[in-house]
């Protein structure tokens, strides 16, 4: 495979990348520095230059140390939509030393307090919107303050885009002193102590699921992250002319990294989109002229479907990608035909800072995760000995590469199952299935772990139904994936009423439950009755079998 690789490396990328050994907040203070009047964000016609960037940053460290007393190491929930107070938010926590623990907006209050607890996060910088979700958790564990934005403040609200109604909410009125306004904090003119940060230290924690039911925090390294954030701009020949539209979220590991911390690195300009729109999105692209735009099949499928799309509406891109859902080939080809890009499709997990894999613009191949990509190897083992798979064979995926997190946190044994030694040498356990062509080119083929992914979104039918089981009439229940035309797969439980409930509970009841306690994306959209589950010897429900079940009606590999 190494022969492969060196015959159809991409031209002009190095094999190797040497790790900055400097904090990801530095990279900010190079760029502020370097281009001060740039603009560095571009958000609903307002526009924040590098230097402003920076000295709203640096307020906000000074706010959490002096005003919330955030100590080095100490973990910050940030529970914000795309904006440029999340970016703000994620610099200033770093700034200040500590650890941005970055969660899904879409998350309510009860999947709120296991991340609260969990990393015992004593402060959490959240959107206005979102307040009412997390506010019943203030004072009932660790967290105890709250700092809240109104996105609108970023936006120009006169502008002839679009703009999502929540820009336009009020000004915070705070009745409690544990909730405090953004512009307050920014107000207070704070500045941080010197920065103590080494690039060892751990700076984020970005949260995954298992089959255990529990989400499990990631600990990333200034260092971890900063091995994918350099490769970003470098794979891609970016530079600081690069104008890229984010709409993937900021939240999830491929619009921290690949997105976020890899435009501020180059200097370049971030177009930021806080809901997906295509009409925006098409204004967006022509006005700025973007040149990258990271995105998910659907939004491509979206955007061919808007009667305002042309041949030439693309045509200041100079890349188009993404990853978390195969491109269907019908599309991938259209995208070629009309605008002479090819889809770039690339792969990793959370645990990997993002990419272990992606294609090169150059020679990528369709519904492909590309090659092993810099300062990085992997191979595809048998799950069960372990031995190296050759050329076509299918088998687990596993990789090395200093974008590699540190393990989970608080989690010793989950930490060490996560790793595997080959040869003396450490990888990675991806928990999927795949095989590489005669070219060293991968392709995922299927789920070694219990996985549903909707949308792009991943789904862990453990921790769903670890929620379900709170509902009074469910006796049991066991979540499987559906085929769904739109998502791809949807979230589909199968259960099991308790005697006194058969005949008085339907469908549409539970799902309504769900919808009030989980996330949009997560939440079952499709209940099914059953008088029993199917058991092991051990008495495990056999999901795999159901899900086989229902793979053989939906044409969903297991």
């Known amino acids: ?106 998350n309510l209050t009860e999947e709120l307090r296991h991340y609260v607890n969990d990393a015992g996060t004593r402060i959490a910088l959240i959107g206005q919107e979102l307040l009412a979700r997390i506010a019943p958790l203030l004072g009932a564990g660790t967290l105890a303050r709250l700092i809240a934005a109104n996105y609108g403040e970023y936006a120009d609200l006169a502008s002839d885009l679009a703009q999502p109604d929540f820009l336009r909410l009020p000004p915070l009125a705070a009745d409690k ?61 970016g530079s600081a002319e690069d104008v890229i539209l984010c709409v993937v979220p900021f939240f999830h590991i491929t619009g921290m990294v690949h997105l976020m911390h890899s435009t501020l690195y180059l200097g370049a300009e971030l177009v930021i989109m806080t809901r997906w729109d295509r009409e925006l999105a098409l204004k967006l692209i022509a006005r700025h002229q973007v040149t990258g ?19 030439d509406s693309l045509a200041s891109l100079r890349g188009i990608g993404g990853g978390g859902a195969a491109m269907p080939e019908a599309v991938g080809k259209r995208l070629q035909e009309l605008t ?17 894999h992606t294609n090169h613009p150059d020679r990528p191949k369709r519904q492909c995760l590309g090659i092993p990509w810099c300062n990085t190897e992997a191979l595809v083992i048998n799950p069960d000995t372990l031995e190296p798979l050759g050329v076509g064979e299918i088998g687990e995926i596993v990789s090395r590469g200093p974008q590699v997190f540190k393990g989970y946190w608080n989690d010793p044994k989950a930490s060490a199952q996560a790793f595997i030694d080959i040869g003396g040498k450490t990888y990675f356990r991806t928990g999927d299935l795949g095989r590489y062509d005669e070219e060293g080119y991968f392709f995922f083929a299927d789920r070694l772990k219990r996985m549903i992914n909707a949308s792009g979104f991943k789904v862990w039918p453990a921790e769903v139904e670890v929620m379900m089981y709170a509902h009074p ?69 056999m999901w795999r079998q159901l899900q086989e079940q229902e793979s053989a009606r939906t044409q969903i590999r297991p």
């Not at 512009?183 to 255990?212: F, I, Q």
């Not at 491509?300 to 042309?310: M, R």
């Open 1 to 106: 495979m190494q022969q492969s690789l060196e015959r159809y490396w991409p031209k002009g990328v190095p094999h190797t990348l040497p790790v900055p050994q400097t904090t990801l907040y530095y990279n900010l203070e190079v760029s502020a520095t370097r281009y001060p009047d740039k603009v560095a964000i571009s958000y609903y016609g307002g526009r924040l230059a590098y230097r402003e960037l920076k000295q709203q940053v640096d307020a906000l460290a000074g706010y959490l140390q002096a005003h919330c007393g955030v100590k080095k190491g100490e973990r910050v929930l940030l529970y914000m939509q795309n904006s440029p107070q999340f970016v703000i938010a994620y610099y200033a926590v770093l700034r200040a030393d500590a650890v941005v623990v970055p969660i899904n907006p879409m």
């Open 177 to 237: 002193p544990e909730i405090v306004s953004w512009r307050d904090a920014l107000a207070a003119a704070c500045v941080p102590a010197v920065p103590m940060a080494l690039p060892d230290d751990m700076c984020a924690m970005p949260y995954t699921s298992g089959t255990t039911g529990r989400p499990k925090g990631c600990m990333h390294t200034h260092s971890t992250l900063m091995a994918n954030t350099v490769p970003a701009g470098v794979w891609n020949k």
């Open 340 to 356: 002479g890009l090819e889809f770039v499709e690339g792969y990793g997990l959370t645990e990997t800072s993002g990419a272990t």
């Open 473 to 541: 009439d469910i006796q049991e229940v066991c979540v499987i994936g559906c085929n769904d035309a739109h998502r791809g797969e949807t979230v589909k439980a199968i259960v099991v009423l308790k005697a006194a409930s058969k005949g008085g509970v339907g469908a549409e009841d539970l799902i309504e439950w769900c919808k009030t306690r989980m996330a949009a994306y997560k939440y079952p959209r499709i209940v099914e009755f059953v008088d029993s589950l199917p058991k092991s010897a051990t008495g495990k429900v």
């Open 293 to 311: 735009w990271t995105n998910i099949p659907t939004m491509v499928i979206d955007l061919f479907a808007s009667p305002n799309f042309k041949a």
